[in-house]
C-alpha cells in the first residue's frame, strides 16, 4: 500500500456483535485494500443477481425472489409479469405465498415498482377472483370483524430479504413513517386454511385495502392506473357471463360498496384505529403518504367522487340510483372543496343515465348547490357539465336553465369560470338539435366569442353586464378559438335560415391572425357548405376557400384533406367551371410532398363529381402529374385512384380506350419509374377485380415485354403482380388455362438473376420445371464458387446516359457509363433513396419452394444457414473487404 493512502477507517459498528477485528488481521485486509466483510457483501450482491437470473427456478420461487430483491428493476420486472406468472403457479400456493406479496408491491418505496404493478393488478386480482370460490369473511373463519368494509388492515413497506448466515448485516436505511392504511397493510387477515388438495376460500374483500392503498397514492399517475384497474374490474364482473350468480352477487357489492364507496368512509374508520395514529410532526416526505389520516380521508372521499363519475356509465341507472346517488347527496355539506369540484361533475355523468324524475328532484337541487358555490374551482366544474345536464332536459326546462346558467357563469367573477362558459356554448347550443329552437341569448353569447363586439344579427342588442362588460368574449384570445371551432355545430344547429345572422362574425373569423383559428375552419368550410346549400355556398364561401389556397401549409392541409367534399357543394355549373383550376391547386403545393399527397387521396371522390370527358380532359392529366411524382407515397396513392378511373369511364367507349391508351404509354417509358408505375396501375386493377378478358386484352402484352426489363425494380413489380395473378381463382390459378403470356412471363421471370425477382414466381412453376430449375441452379453455384467467377452485379438504367454491355460468361447486363465513369448507385439503391419518403415495398418471398431454396449469387462466398430458413438455405454473403 502507497505511504501516502489513507487507511481504510474501522467503524464502529465492525466491533459489535462478536465482530471485533485484531489488529494483524485489520493490517491483512487493509493490505488487501477493502475490508473482508465488505468483500462479503459484494459477492453476496452478486450472487442474488446470479440466482434471479436461474432458468431453473420454478414461478413460485421467482415470483418470491423478485419481489423480495434488493434491486428495483427486479421488482419492476415482477409487478409487470406477475399476472402471466401466476398462471403457472398453483392455486393453492398462489392465495397462501403470492397473495401477501402483492401488498410489498403496492406499497413499494419506489414510484416505478408502483407505477408497473397498479395497470396490471386487475388482471391478478381477476385471477384469483375467477379460480377460487369465494366466501364472505364471519366469525367463524376469520377472527376479529376484518369482513366490514370499515376495517381493512393494510401492510407496510416491503419487508427486507432474509440475511445469510454469518455475513454481519448492513446498516438499514431508516424507515419513514406511514399512512394508517398502509399500517394496516401489515395486518390483513389470513384467508382461512383449507386443504391443499382443494380450492381455497377467497374472501372478495381480500384486495380492498390493496386497491385503496393505490387508489390514495401521492403518484397521481398510479392512482390514475388504479383507477382505470377499477373500472375495468367492475366492467369485467358486471360483463362475465360464466361467474356463478351468488359469487357475482359478492364480487359486486365488494367493488362498488367496499372499493368504491368504500374509499370515501376512511374518517368512519378513525375511532377503530387510535392505536395507529399518525404522527404529523414527523418528517414524511415518503412514497405515497398523506399527511394525517383526516387528509387521507379527504382524499378518499374526492376519488370516491372520481370513481362514480367514471363508473356510471357501467353500473347503470338501478344501481347508481341505490347507491352512488346518496353518497353525492351528502357531498352538499361537504366542508373540502376540491371533494365538492369532483361532485359536481359527478352530477353531470349521473345526470346522462339516470331517469328524468331523479334528476329534477335529486340532481338539480345539488346542482344549484354547487353553481353558487363560494369556490370557482367548483363553480367551473358546474360549468362545464351544463350542456350534459340540459340535454336531458324537456324542451321547456332546457331553454330556462341553459339561458341561466349560461347567464350565471358568463358573468361570473372568475375568469376561469368565465371561459368555461365561452367553452360550452357551442356545445349547449347543439343541445337544440333538431328542434332548432334556440333561445336568442345563447346565441348572442356565442356571436360575443369571435372578433366582432358588436351584435351582428337582425335583432335588438342585448345588454347586461354578462355580455357587454364582463362577458364570455372579453379579451381573451382563445375565445376565436373556440368559435371557429364550435362553429359548424351552430350552424348546423340553426339551420341554413339563420346562416345571414352568422355570416359577419364568420367572416371576421376567417379574416383573424391565429392560424389555429383559420386551420379550425378551413377544415370545417364543407360541413358549413353542406348545411347552407350550393348558391350560398358559391356566394359567401368560395372566396373564403380560395383566400385559404394560398394561406399557410397548416391551413391549405385543412382544405385539402376535404376538397372533393367542398366541390361537391358547389352548383354544377361553377363546379365544372373550377376544374381546370385543380392543376393551379397543385402547383400551389409543389413545394409540400405530403400536401400533393392529400390531393392525390381526392382524386377517387373527385373523380365520381365529374362526367367521362371532364375525366379524361381535367381529372387524368392531374393523376398522370402525381404518378410522376418524385415521392413514392404520393405516386403509390396516385396509382390507388386508377381503379375508380376505369369504372367512372367505363360506359363512355371513347373515353374508356382513350384512359387505357394513356396507361399503357407507361409501359414504355424511357423511365424506369414509368414502367414500374405501369405495373402497379395493372396490379390495383386486379386488386378490385377487373374483368379478367378486359385485363387479357389490353395489358397482357405489355407486360409480357417488361419481363426481359433491364432493371430489377420493374422486374420485381412484374414478378409480384405475375403471382397475384396466378394466386387468385378468378383469374390464373388453375395453370391449364393460362394464357401463354402468363406462361412465359412465369419461366422468364423463374430464370431470373434475382432472387427477389424469382421469389414471387417460383411457386408457381409446374413441378418439373422447378425441380429442373432447382437443378440447373444449383450447379451454377456450385461452378461459380469453385472456379472463383465475378459477382454477378445489378444493372443501372439508362436514364442518365449509360449503356449496356454483355458479359461472356452469362447474360446479365452489366452497366458501362459512356464517359467511363464510375456508376455509384445500382437500380436498386436508387429505388431505396427515392422510397425514403415514402412506403416501403413488400418483403418478397423468404424462401422459394422446394428442398432446396435458391439463391442468387451476389460473391464469391457461399455460406450455408440452417437457422434463419425454412430448410437448409443456402445463404450467400460478401467477403470481407
Same mark, same amino acid.
Given at each position: 500500500?502507497?505511504?501516502?493512502?489513507?487507511?481504510?477507517?474501522?467503524?464502529?459498528?465492525?466491533?459489535?456483535?462478536?465482530?471485533?477485528?485484531?489488529?494483524?488481521?485489520?493490517?491483512?485486509?487493509?493490505?488487501?485494500?477493502?475490508?473482508?466483510?465488505?468483500?462479503?457483501?459484494?459477492?453476496?450482491?452478486?450472487?442474488?443477481?446470479?440466482?434471479?437470473?436461474?432458468?431453473?427456478?420454478? /414461478?413460485?420461487?421467482?415470483?418470491?425472489?423478485?419481489?423480495?430483491?434488493?434491486?428495483?428493476?427486479? +421488482?419492476?420486472?415482477?409487478?409487470?409479469?406477475?399476472?402471466?406468472?401466476?398462471?403457472?403457479?398453483?392455486?393453492?400456493?398462489?392465495?397462501?405465498?403470492?397473495?401477501?406479496?402483492?401488498?410489498?408491491?403496492?406499497?413499494?418505496?419506489?414510484?416505478?415498482? #408502483?407505477?408497473?404493478?397498479?395497470?396490471?393488478?386487475?388482471?391478478?386480482?381477476?385471477?384469483?377472483?375467477?379460480?377460487?370460490?369465494?366466501?364472505?369473511?364471519?366469525?367463524?373463519?376469520?377472527?376479529?370483524?376484518?369482513?366490514?368494509?370499515?376495517?381493512?388492515?393494510?401492510?407496510?413497506?416491503?419487508?427486507?430479504?432474509?440475511?445469510?448466515?454469518?455475513?454481519?448485516?448492513?446498516?438499514?436505511?431508516?424507515?419513514?413513517?406511514?399512512?394508517?392504511?398502509?399500517?394496516?397493510?401489515?395486518?390483513?387477515?389470513?384467508?382461512?386454511?383449507?386443504?391443499?388438495?382443494?380450492?381455497?376460500?377467497?374472501?372478495?374483500?381480500?384486495?380492498?385495502?390493496?386497491?385503496?392503498?393505490?387508489?390514495?397514492?401521492?403518484?397521481?399517475?398510479?392512482?390514475?392506473?388504479?383507477?382505470?384497474?377499477?373500472?375495468?374490474?367492475?366492467?369485467?364482473?358486471?360483463?362475465?357471463?360464466?361467474?356463478?350468480?351468488?359469487?357475482?352477487?359478492?364480487?359486486?357489492?365488494?367493488?362498488?360498496?367496499? $372499493?368504491?364507496?368504500?374509499?370515501?368512509?376512511?374518517?368512519?374508520?378513525?375511532?377503530?384505529?387510535?392505536?395507529?395514529?399518525?404522527?404529523?410532526?414527523?418528517?414524511?416526505?415518503?412514497?405515497?403518504?398523506?399527511?394525517?389520516?383526516?387528509?387521507?380521508?379527504?382524499?378518499?372521499?374526492?376519488?370516491?367522487?372520481?370513481?362514480?363519475?367514471?363508473?356510471?356509465?357501467?353500473? %347503470?341507472?338501478?344501481?347508481?340510483?341505490?347507491?352512488?346517488?346518496?353518497?353525492?347527496?351528502?357531498?352538499?355539506?361537504?366542508?373540502?372543496?376540491?371533494?365538492?369540484?369532483?361532485?359536481?361533475?359527478?352530477? %353531470?355523468?349521473?345526470?346522462?343515465?339516470?331517469?328524468?324524475?331523479?334528476?329534477?328532484?335529486?340532481?338539480?337541487?345539488?346542482?344549484?348547490?354547487?353553481?353558487?358555490? @363560494?369556490?370557482?374551482?367548483?363553480?367551473?366544474?358546474?360549468?362545464?357539465?351544463?350542456?350534459?345536464?340540459?340535454?336531458?332536459?324537456?324542451?321547456?326546462?332546457?331553454?330556462? +336553465?341553459?339561458?341561466?346558467?349560461?347567464?350565471?357563469?358568463?358573468? !361570473?367573477?372568475?375568469?376561469? $369560470?368565465?371561459?368555461?362558459?365561452?367553452?360550452?356554448?357551442?356545445?349547449?347550443?347543439?343541445?337544440?338539435?333538431?328542434?332548432?329552437?334556440?333561445?336568442?341569448?345563447?346565441?348572442?353569447?356565442?356571436?360575443?366569442?369571435?372578433?366582432?363586439?358588436?351584435?351582428?344579427?337582425?335583432?335588438?342588442?342585448?345588454?347586461?353586464?354578462?355580455?357587454?362588460?364582463?362577458?364570455?368574449?372579453?379579451?381573451?384570445?382563445?375565445?376565436?378559438?373556440?368559435?371557429?371551432?364550435?362553429?359548424?355545430?351552430?350552424?348546423?344547429?340553426?339551420?341554413?335560415?339563420?346562416?345571414?345572422?352568422?355570416?359577419?362574425? =364568420?367572416?371576421?373569423?376567417? #379574416?383573424?391572425?391565429?392560424?389555429?383559428?383559420?386551420?379550425?375552419?378551413?377544415?370545417?368550410?364543407?360541413?358549413? @357548405?353542406?348545411?347552407?346549400?350550393?348558391?350560398?355556398?358559391?356566394?359567401?364561401?368560395?372566396?373564403?376557400?380560395?383566400?385559404?389556397?394560398?394561406?399557410?401549409?397548416?391551413?391549405?392541409?385543412?382544405?385539402?384533406?376535404?376538397?372533393?367534399?367542398?366541390?361537391?357543394?358547389?352548383?354544377?355549373?361553377?363546379?365544372?367551371?373550377?376544374?381546370?383550376?385543380?392543376?393551379?391547386?397543385?402547383?400551389?403545393?409543389?413545394?409540400?410532398?405530403?400536401? +400533393?399527397?392529400?390531393?392525390?387521396?381526392?382524386?377517387?371522390?373527385?373523380?365520381?363529381?365529374?362526367?367521362?370527358?371532364?375525366?379524361?380532359?381535367?381529372?387524368?392529366?392531374?393523376?398522370?402529374?402525381?404518378?410522376?411524382?418524385?415521392?413514392?407515397?404520393? +405516386?403509390?396513392?396516385?396509382?390507388?385512384?386508377?381503379?375508380?378511373?376505369?369504372?367512372?369511364?367505363?360506359?363512355?367507349?371513347?373515353? =374508356?380506350?382513350?384512359?387505357?391508351?394513356?396507361?399503357?404509354?407507361? @409501359?414504355?417509358?424511357?423511365?424506369?419509374?414509368?414502367?414500374?408505375?405501369?405495373?402497379?396501375?395493372?396490379?390495383?386493377?386486379?386488386?378490385? !377485380?377487373?374483368?379478367?378478358?378486359?385485363?387479357?386484352?389490353?395489358?397482357?402484352?405489355?407486360?409480357?415485354?417488361?419481363?426481359?426489363? #433491364?432493371?430489377?425494380?420493374?422486374?420485381?413489380?412484374?414478378? #409480384?403482380?405475375?403471382?397475384?395473378?396466378?394466386?387468385?381463382?378468378?383469374?390464373?390459378?388453375?395453370?391449364?388455362?393460362?394464357?401463354?403470356?402468363?406462361?412465359?412471363?412465369?419461366?422468364?421471370? @423463374?430464370?431470373?438473376?434475382?432472387?427477389?425477382?424469382?421469389?414471387?414466381?417460383?411457386? =408457381?412453376?409446374?413441378?418439373?420445371?422447378?425441380?429442373?430449375?432447382?437443378?440447373?441452379?444449383?450447379?451454377?453455384?456450385?461452378?461459380?464458387?469453385?472456379?472463383?467467377?465475378?459477382?454477378?452485379?445489378?444493372?443501372?438504367?439508362?436514364?442518365?446516359?449509360?449503356?449496356?454491355?454483355?458479359?461472356?460468361?452469362?447474360?446479365?447486363?452489366?452497366?458501362?457509363?459512356?464517359?467511363?465513369?464510375?456508376?455509384?448507385?445500382?437500380?436498386?439503391?436508387?429505388?431505396?433513396?427515392?422510397?425514403?419518403?415514402?412506403?416501403?415495398?413488400?418483403?418478397?418471398?423468404?424462401?422459394?419452394? %422446394?428442398?432446396?431454396?435458391?439463391?442468387?449469387?451476389?460473391?464469391?462466398?457461399?455460406?450455408?444457414?440452417?437457422?434463419?430458413?425454412?430448410?437448409?438455405?443456402?445463404?450467400?454473403?460478401? /467477403?470481407?473487404?
Amino acid at each position: 500500500m502507497a505511504e501516502n493512502q489513507d487507511p481504510l477507517p474501522v467503524r464502529e459498528e465492525d466491533l459489535e456483535d462478536g465482530n471485533e477485528l485484531d489488529s494483524e488481521d485489520l493490517l491483512a485486509e487493509m493490505a488487501e485494500g477493502v475490508p473482508e466483510h465488505l468483500s462479503d457483501v459484494a459477492a453476496e450482491e452478486m450472487e442474488d443477481e446470479e440466482l434471479l437470473l436461474d432458468d431453473s427456478l420454478s /414461478p413460485l420461487e421467482k415470483i418470491f425472489l423478485y419481489v423480495k430483491s434488493d434491486l428495483v428493476f427486479h +421488482r419492476v420486472f415482477i409487478a409487470k409479469e406477475l399476472p402471466s406468472l401466476i398462471r403457472d403457479v398453483e392455486i393453492s400456493e398462489a392465495v397462501e405465498y403470492v397473495l401477501p406479496l402483492m401488498n410489498s408491491l403496492g406499497t413499494d418505496p419506489e414510484d416505478h415498482v #408502483r407505477e408497473a404493478f397498479a395497470p396490471e393488478v386487475d388482471k391478478i386480482i381477476w385471477f384469483y377472483y375467477s379460480h377460487c370460490p369465494l366466501r364472505e369473511n364471519t366469525s367463524d373463519n376469520v377472527q376479529g370483524d376484518n369482513g366490514s368494509i370499515n376495517s381493512r388492515p393494510m401492510t407496510p413497506q416491503r419487508p427486507q430479504t432474509p440475511q445469510r448466515p454469518h455475513t454481519p448485516q448492513r446498516p438499514q436505511t431508516p424507515q419513514r413513517p406511514q399512512t394508517p392504511i398502509q399500517q394496516q397493510l401489515q395486518q390483513l387477515p389470513a384467508q382461512p386454511q383449507t386443504p391443499t388438495s382443494h380450492l381455497p376460500y377467497l374472501s372478495p374483500a381480500a384486495f380492498t385495502p390493496l386497491l385503496h392503498a393505490l387508489l390514495l397514492d401521492q403518484n397521481t399517475s398510479i392512482a390514475a392506473a388504479a383507477q382505470a384497474a377499477v373500472q375495468s374490474l367492475v366492467e369485467r364482473i358486471l360483463e362475465e357471463p360464466d361467474v356463478n350468480p351468488k359469487e357475482k352477487e359478492l364480487l359486486e357489492r365488494e367493488t362498488l360498496e367496499g $372499493v368504491v364507496l368504500g374509499i370515501g368512509k376512511l374518517d368512519q374508520e378513525k375511532a377503530k384505529r387510535e392505536d395507529l395514529e399518525w404522527d404529523a410532526d414527523g418528517d414524511d416526505t415518503s412514497v405515497g403518504a398523506v399527511a394525517g389520516g383526516e387528509e387521507e380521508a379527504e382524499l378518499g372521499r374526492m376519488t370516491m367522487m372520481t370513481l362514480i363519475s367514471s363508473l356510471a356509465p357501467i353500473v %347503470g341507472p338501478e344501481k347508481c340510483a341505490r347507491l352512488f346517488v346518496p353518497e353525492l347527496d351528502k357531498m352538499s355539506d361537504e366542508p373540502v372543496f376540491y371533494v365538492r369540484k369532483e361532485a359536481a361533475l359527478a352530477v %353531470g355523468s349521473l345526470a346522462g343515465i339516470l331517469p328524468l324524475d331523479i334528476i329534477t328532484s335529486k340532481l338539480l337541487p345539488i346542482y344549484d348547490h354547487f353553481s353558487t358555490d @363560494a369556490i370557482w374551482h367548483v363553480r367551473r366544474s358546474c360549468c362545464l357539465v351544463l350542456a350534459t345536464i340540459c340535454s336531458r332536459l324537456p324542451e321547456e326546462m332546457k331553454a330556462e +336553465r341553459a339561458v341561466k346558467g349560461i347567464e350565471l357563469f358568463a358573468g !361570473d367573477v372568475s375568469r376561469s $369560470v368565465r371561459s368555461a362558459a365561452g367553452e360550452i356554448i357551442g356545445e349547449l347550443i347543439a343541445t337544440f338539435h333538431p328542434n332548432g329552437k334556440v333561445p336568442e341569448s345563447l346565441v348572442q353569447h356565442f356571436l360575443s366569442l369571435g372578433p366582432v363586439r358588436e351584435s351582428t344579427i337582425g335583432i335588438t342588442n342585448v345588454t347586461g353586464s354578462a355580455y357587454n362588460n364582463t362577458g364570455i368574449g372579453q379579451r381573451d384570445p382563445e375565445r376565436p378559438v373556440i368559435c371557429a371551432y364550435n362553429f359548424p355545430a351552430v350552424v348546423l344547429t340553426l339551420g341554413e335560415s339563420r346562416w345571414d345572422d352568422l355570416k359577419e362574425t =364568420y367572416f371576421s373569423l376567417t #379574416r383573424d391572425m391565429q392560424i389555429k383559428v383559420r386551420r379550425s375552419l378551413a377544415c370545417s368550410l364543407h360541413e358549413i @357548405a353542406k348545411v347552407i346549400g350550393p348558391s350560398k355556398t358559391e356566394r359567401d364561401l368560395l372566396s373564403v376557400f380560395r383566400s385559404y389556397l394560398d394561406d399557410m401549409d397548416e391551413v391549405k392541409s385543412g382544405l385539402m384533406e376535404h376538397l372533393a367534399d367542398f366541390i361537391e357543394c358547389l352548383p354544377l355549373n361553377t363546379r365544372n367551371d373550377y376544374l381546370p383550376s385543380l392543376n393551379d391547386v397543385w402547383d400551389g403545393v409543389n413545394h409540400q410532398w405530403r400536401l +400533393r399527397d392529400e390531393i392525390a387521396k381526392q382524386l377517387p371522390a373527385l373523380c365520381r363529381l365529374f362526367n367521362s370527358q371532364n375525366v379524361i380532359n381535367h381529372i387524368l392529366p392531374l393523376t398522370i402529374r402525381a404518378i410522376k411524382d418524385d415521392v413514392a407515397s404520393v +405516386r403509390e396513392t396516385a396509382v390507388s385512384s386508377f381503379p375508380t378511373l376505369f369504372q367512372v369511364v367505363r360506359n363512355d367507349e371513347s373515353c =374508356y380506350n382513350d384512359m387505357i391508351k394513356r396507361v399503357c404509354e407507361f @409501359a414504355s417509358d424511357n423511365k424506369f419509374r414509368g414502367r414500374v408505375v405501369f405495373v402497379q396501375i395493372c396490379n390495383a386493377l386486379v386488386s378490385t !377485380d377487373y374483368p379478367k378478358e378486359e385485363f387479357a386484352r389490353h395489358f397482357l402484352n405489355d407486360l409480357e415485354k417488361l419481363a426481359s426489363d #433491364r432493371v430489377i425494380n420493374v422486374r420485381i413489380a412484374l414478378a #409480384r403482380l405475375v403471382g397475384e395473378l396466378c394466386r387468385m381463382e378468378q383469374y390464373y390459378q388453375d395453370s391449364s388455362s393460362r394464357p401463354s403470356q402468363i406462361n412465359n412471363m412465369l419461366r422468364r421471370l @423463374a430464370d431470373d438473376t434475382d432472387v427477389d425477382v424469382r421469389g414471387f414466381v417460383f411457386l =408457381y412453376l409446374t413441378p418439373e420445371e422447378r425441380s429442373k430449375f432447382i437443378s440447373s441452379t444449383i450447379q451454377a453455384m456450385a461452378e461459380s464458387a469453385e472456379n472463383g467467377l465475378a459477382p454477378i452485379s445489378e444493372e443501372n438504367d439508362l436514364d442518365n446516359g449509360g449503356s449496356i454491355t454483355q458479359e461472356t460468361h452469362d447474360s446479365t447486363p452489366i452497366m458501362t457509363n459512356v464517359n467511363n465513369e464510375e456508376k455509384h448507385d445500382t437500380e436498386k439503391s436508387k429505388e431505396s433513396r427515392d422510397m425514403e419518403n415514402g412506403r416501403e415495398n413488400d418483403d418478397p418471398l423468404d424462401a422459394i419452394m %422446394g428442398e432446396i431454396p435458391i439463391a442468387f449469387i451476389r460473391s464469391n462466398v457461399i455460406e450455408v444457414d440452417n437457422n434463419s430458413r425454412s430448410s437448409s438455405s443456402l445463404m450467400v454473403s460478401s /467477403p470481407p473487404p
